[in-house]
């Protein structure tokens, strides 16, 4: 009788092969009205929500607007839209 040995299949512990990793974005759009700027601002959790300005801020044209976000960078949190005043120092998208 021949005995069989199992192949051990490698875990992300033992394997040495490159590791692929899928990144994306979100897209965060809403209705402008002409000449407000908008800031974007996210937090990780609402429980305690620590707010940081995503730059740079939009100029509302009348239209809809819309900017992407990299999940790279905020893998999970919270999305808030604020109209600002104008300053012109600040930068347009």
Known sequence: MRKVVGRR???KETSTGP???AFTAIELSWPSETNKRYRI?????????????LEPTALGTGANMSVFD???????GFYRLKIVQCDTAMTDL
């Open 9 to 11: 299949v490698p875990t």
């Open 19 to 21: 590791e692929l990793r």
């Open 41 to 53: 601002q996210w937090t990780a959790s609402l429980t305690q929500p620590q707010w940081q300005n």
């Open 70 to 76: 990299s999940t790279r960078e905020h893998p999970q």
